[in-house]
Nanobody
Framework: QVQLVESGGGLVQPGGSLRLSCAAS????????MGWYRQAPGKERELVAV?????????NYADSVKSRFTISRDNAKNTVYLQMNSLKPEDTAVYYC?????????????WGQGTQVTVSS
């Protein structure tokens, strides 16, 4: 089992910045993929930025956030961050932290409770 707790959401003006945090606990040694997704009202949940391989540190970003968002991690704190710069109204969504644990041939996906990000003037 993996528990994920997000923090750092809020209201920000267009062009502003926010940093989201996701603290993991539990069977963190078995996480092999971890990152951020978001879901806007009436839309499907979508990938924002992930460590596609926690071991190698390789990352994937949605095209819409490349050059504006940066995913990073602090292994000592078991925490993944999402630095969001140059925010746009279309970035408004609930942001969810996700961790994937692979056991044998089965992937288990864990989600945080979500944190609201609203970009508005």
């Amino acid at each position: 089992q993996v528990q994920l707790v997000e923090s750092g959401g809020g209201l920000v003006q267009p062009g502003g910045s926010l940093r989201l945090s996701c603290a993991a606990s539990g069977s963190i040694f078995s996480i092999n993929r971890m990152g951020w997704y978001r879901q806007a009202p009436g839309k499907e949940r979508e990938l924002v930025a992930v460590f596609s391989s926690v071991g190698s540190g390789s990352t994937n970003y949605a095209d819409s956030v490349k050059s504006r968002f940066t995913i990073s991690r602090d292994n000592a704190k078991n925490t993944v961050y999402l630095q969001m710069n140059s925010l746009k109204p279309e970035d408004t969504a609930v942001y969810y932290c996700n961790a994937v644990v692979r056991v044998g041939t089965t992937n288990y996906s864990y989600w945080g409770q979500g944190t609201q990000v609203t970009v508005s003037s």
